[in-house]
């Protein structure tokens, strides 16, 4: 089973797909030809599940440093051995720049590689073992000039290489030996079955692929990152990497680039987040407004118009979505794979897909609102589907559902649901003028109220001395955050002050990091307790920053930032004990929830807002 620590994992994006590569030479996870489709290389999961090693022989290599080079997804890795120095430099090619807005719109369905030697002399291995459909596939290898064939499953694939190797009936491999600047060159190409097998790239077709791409990425970092102010590296970044969890086909966002990297090591919350939510996208295309200027925020409403399409108001919007709009992401289990540190089970799917969460109608008008600006003249479609969210919002918000954390039990009335019921109506009101639905507003505004008084009444906690998880509950959860930052009461309200204190005394770690809730199978009906969610940690410090407690912000900040890995990526969460990141990676609620705070603690810096 794979054991190589989440951190030491890093994140390659051609705006379609998503591979995972380790911090020692291996491409560990790779989906063709979408983020959600089926593996080619699983190692990640399991040691069968297929990979591609480039590493010395012999021994391991004395040190390795790593960086994504500058505005780009292009990932540079430093090696040196006892007897030289080699460099590994790659990315999936998104093609030709053209118009940065469309960044990766022709890209080939292609990893590419290159090793460079940079000092003495290294001797190297090379370890093709490709094994489609999530490792079910043993394909078949056949050599040809400049690279080799392989076909299994779903597809074909041409590996190019011009280096001499041995094919057997299960891997490609090679040895070879670099001196100070000479190189080698390697690409890996999908193509669907039925079509004819890629045709191979020769060592100059692999530098120019990514002397393309590295020029497709700064020009659509020059173009769209303008961010100024704290942590400005990792803001845009993070940018970047919310920008290469999108599906330039559709607009679509998914959640994370994995499937089943656990919440608990060993545990059953291990789930597949190679999806769409509303939620998670909405919230990234707000961070994206700060970190990268969402020029493209009309693919993303016209993807959440096609792809929601349904009979709302009288049945709940579906909360995700396949990155081509399915519906049906019906959940399964892979017995055969033993899953990371033996997390099992390793699910494909999601079973939460058809859950009623009320908050999705909250978060798309509430990102509609912010984005507005981008969004040019709506189309009649996105106009009534916008609307329609509102009239869901109106309709539902009395109703039980399973929350923010698509908890797998009994409905309940969760605070968070009916808060993002009310932003729904809130954020309908005040475009109601691009919606054409001016005629609509009064009625939009009773139901506001009500929903306003409820939450006050019935969200407030008087024992506790705070909002809780849901009405009547005594429970903590940390989504109560986001009554200041959605604007619903003001960050210095004594009740949000009172609230934001009970979260730290309750919600935090021993490293000082925020928790969503009191985990457990009495719970939420799952076995094992979480770590600690970075999300949560960065609502946190931003609540904080609203409040004009800058000094306090600034240090959950950086608490929450330590576990950034060497190259600026996270995961979903962290383990209390270990201090070692969980969960789907890299995690777009991670990357946006650090936009979002930086911004804040800037903009409360730029108020003068004096340090407690």
């Known amino acids: 089973m794979s054991t190589l620590a989440i951190s030491d994992h890093a994140l390659l994006s051609d705006r379609h797909s998503a591979a995972v590569v380790t911090s020692d030479g291996c491409v560990a996870w790779l989906c063709f030809p979408r983020f959600d489709s089926e593996s080619v290389f699983a190692s990640l999961l399991d040691d069968d599940g297929g990979h591609w090693w480039i590493r010395p022989v012999g021994d391991a290599a004395s040190a390795v440093s790593r960086e994504y080079l500058d505005g780009t997804m292009v990932l540079r890795s430093t090696y040196r051995t006892a007897s030289g120095a080699f460099e590994i430099t790659e990315a999936m090619e998104v093609g030709a720049a053209g118009d940065p807005h469309r960044l990766g719109e022709h890209a080939p369905h292609t990893v590419l590689r290159t090793v460079r030697c940079t000092s003495g002399r ?22 040809v000039a400049g690279g080799v064939v392989v076909q299994g499953g ?172 399915e519906h049906d992401l019906t959940e399964r289990s892979l017995a055969h794979l033993s899953g990371w540190r033996g997390s099992a089970p ?31 003249a709506l189309t009649p479609s996105t106009q009534g589907f916008l609307i329609a969210l509102a009239d869901a919002a109106s309709d539902q918000w009395r109703r039980p559902d399973n929350g923010i954390w698509e908890i797998r039990g009994e409905p309940r009335h969760f605070l968070y649901s009916k808060l993002m019921c009310w932003v729904a109506l809130d954020r309908a ?107 949560c940690t960065f609502w946190l410090a931003q609540v904080l920053a609203q409040g004009d407690r800058v000094a306090e912000a600034r240090e959950v900040f950086e608490r929450a930032i330590e576990h950034v890995n060497d190259v600026g990526l996270l995961a979903e969460e962290v383990d209390a004990e270990t201090g070692e990141q969980l969960g789907n990676f890299p995690q777009a609620f991670s990357h946006l929830g650090l936009v979002n705070a930086a911004w804040a603690i800037q903009l409360a810096e730029e108020r003068g807002a004096s340090p407690r």
């Open 346 to 376: 390793v699910r494909v799917g999601n079973g939460a897909w058809d859950q009623p969460q009320l908050d999705v109608y909250g978060e798309l008008l509430d990102a509609a609102f912010l984005l507005r600006g981008q969004l040019g």
């Open 429 to 535: 009101i005040a475009i109601a003028d691009r919606l054409d639905a001016s005629h609509r507003v009064d009625g939009w505004r009773r139901t506001a109220e009500l929903i306003r008084a409820a939450i006050l009444e019935e969200g407030w906690n008087g024992e506790v001395g705070a909002f809780t998880q849901s009405f009547g509950s005594p429970d903590l959860d940390a989504s109560a955050l986001m009554l200041p930052i959605v604007g619903f009461l003001p960050a210095d309200d004594p009740r949000i002050q009172a609230t934001v204190d009970a979260i730290i005394f309750g919600l935090t770690d021993e490293r000082n990091l925020v928790s969503r809730y009191r985990s457990g199978s009495d719970v939420d009906g799952m076995a094992g307790h979480e770590g600690s969610f970075l999300l």
């Open 122 to 143: 290294v001797e190297l291995a090379m370890d093709f073992r490709p094994r489609p459909d999530y490792g079910l596939v043993v394909p078949t290898f056949d050599a």
């Open 154 to 325: 779903p597809a074909r694939f041409t590996l190019s290489t011009t280096l001499p190797v041995t094919v057997s009936a299960t891997a490609v491999t090679a040895r070879f030996a670099l001196g100070e600047g000479e190189s080698a060159a390697f690409a890996l190409q999908f193509a669907g079955i039925g079509e004819a097998a890629p045709s191979v790239y020769s060592e100059a077709a692999v530098e120019a692929g990514l002397a393309a791409t590295i020029a497709a990425w700064r020009a659509w970092s020059d173009l769209h990152q303008t961010y100024r102010g704290p942590w400005e590296d990792l803001v845009r970044h993070s940018g970047r990497v919310l920008q290469a969890l999108s599906y330039q086909p559709t607009g679509a966002i998914v959640a994370a680039a994995t499937t089943s990297l656990p919440e608990v090591v060993g545990g059953e919350r291990n789930w597949d987040y190679r999806y769409s939510w509303v939620r998670d996208a909405s919230f990234t295309m707000q961070a994206l407004w700060v970190a990268a200027c969402p020029d493209e925020a009309h693919e993303f409403f016209e993807f959440m118009t096609i792809a929601g399409a349904d009979s709302m108001p009288e049945r709940h919007l579906q909360i995700m979505f396949g990155v081509g709009g």
